[in-house]
């Protein structure tokens, strides 16, 4: 799968989904620091990405454009260590592979995940 981790988070996530055998790059990575919103939305479209990133404001931007896309996975969780992030990730990307692929919004907390399709 294609992701795009959003510079809220750390480099290390992309780099440890792209050991993992998937195709990550950092917002960081693509010259995008400090990019709005809109900018970092727009580029996973292009790229065919799925976003990655703890900034509730791009669920908020989807539902007011009511966009089919890109798919986003919000981590919404104490933890923020990245390790933890990229182990609850690879251990539940089967339950949500195929909403992603279709459109879709996932928060993964504490203790549960959501999946929303997109529009939201």
């Known amino acids: 799968m294609k992701f795009l981790v959003d510079e809220c988070l750390p480099q290390r996530v992309a780099d440890m989904l792209n050991t993992a055998g998937h195709d990550a790059i950092h917002v960081v990575g693509c010259g995008m620091t400090g990019a709005p919103d809109e900018e970092v939305l ?16 791009f669920g908020e931007i989807l539902a007011r454009t009511q966009g089919r896309t890109p798919s986003v996975i919000l981590f919404r969780r104490h933890d923020r260590l990245p390790t933890s992030h990229v182990a609850i990730l690879l251990a539940n990307l089967d339950t949500v592979e195929d909403e992603l692929v279709k459109g879709a919004f996932v928060v993964i907390t504490d203790d549960r995940l959501r999946i929303r399709a997109l529009p939201i």
Do not use: P
Not at 42 to 56: F, H, N, P
């Open 42 to 57: 727009r580029k996973a479209v292009e790229d065919g990405r799925v976003l990655i990133s703890a900034d509730t404001d």
